[in-house]
T-cell receptor, first 113, second 116 residues
Framework: QQQVKQSPQSLIVQKGGISIINCAYE??????FPWYQQFPGKGPALLIA?????SEKKEGRFTISFNKSAKQFSLHIMDSQPGDSATYFC????????????FGTGTRLTVIP | NAGVMQNPRHLVRRRGQEARLRCSPM?????VYWYRQLPEEGLKFMVY????????ESGMPKERFSAEFPKEGPSILRIQQVVRGDSAAYFC??????????????FGPGTRLTVL
């Protein structure tokens, strides 16, 4: 079964707008939540990650919001740029385990000029 | 410092043939993970290896799939008697020795397997 659910499947945003991607998980043992960015023909690259002891983490234009009680987390991309157009995956893992990542199904973001 | 290298980048096989996918981890990395990405889906974990050891193969299909990470040389994902359903992108990731809770996994560019 899909351990991490992600929405929307695709997203179109105007340049300068805010892109929001949402994820939800069931396994309360997950304690590390990274987001990956993937361009066509490339492997995923780590964008930003959060642990559940904080509710928000910001790096530049990228922010993760985390709601432990709801078992949800989201990625916000502020001032979205055409260069941000890519597929974004949320993921989850247990730090004390094997660290294998459980990925969401991905969101294809298109930022139009 | 070269990143994770995978070859071939594209592989075409006919049903029943064998596919061998190779992964060279980043320099200094001793942990390798294999993931499979079906079209329009996220990556799914297959196997986690350290040098000469399989640590977790809970995501590997029970038959036809095997993986190794020898003392010398790249990690190999081997698929015997391929079927059309094996067509996917296979990604390898590597990470450093576990000196902290989580070590970032660096992904290679993937091998796109097409089974005719």
């Amino acid at each position: 079964q899909q351990q991490v659910k992600q929405s929307p499947q695709s997203l179109i945003v105007q340049k300068g707008g805010i892109s929001i991607i949402n994820c939800a998980y069931e396994n309360t043992a997950f304690d590390y939540f990274p987001w990956y960015q993937q361009f066509p023909g490339k492997g995923p690259a780590l964008l930003i990650a959060i642990r559940p002891d904080v509710s928000e983490k910001k790096e530049g234009r990228f922010t993760i919001s985390f709601n432990k009680s709801a078992k949800q987390f989201s990625l916000h991309i502020m001032d979205s740029q055409p260069g941000d157009s890519a597929t974004y995956f949320c993921a989850a893992t247990t730090e004390t385990g094997a660290n294998n990542l459980f990925f969401g199904t991905g969101t294809r973001l298109t930022v139009i000029p | 410092n070269a990143g994770v290298m995978q070859n071939p980048r594209h592989l075409v096989r006919r049903r029943g043939q064998e596919a061998r996918l190779r992964c060279s981890p980043m320099k200094g990395h001793s942990h390798v993970y294999w993931y499979r990405q079906l079209p329009e889906e996220g990556l799914k974990f297959m196997v986690y290896l350290q040098k000469e050891n399989i640590i977790d193969e809970s995501g590997m299909p029970k038959e036809r799939f095997s993986a190794e990470f020898p003392k010398e040389g790249p990690s190999i994902l081997r698929i015997q008697q391929v079927v059309r359903g094996d067509s996917a992108a296979y990604f390898c990731a590597s990470s450093h020795f576990r000196d902290s809770l989580y070590n970032e996994q660096f992904f290679g560019p993937g091998t796109r397997l097409t089974v005719l």
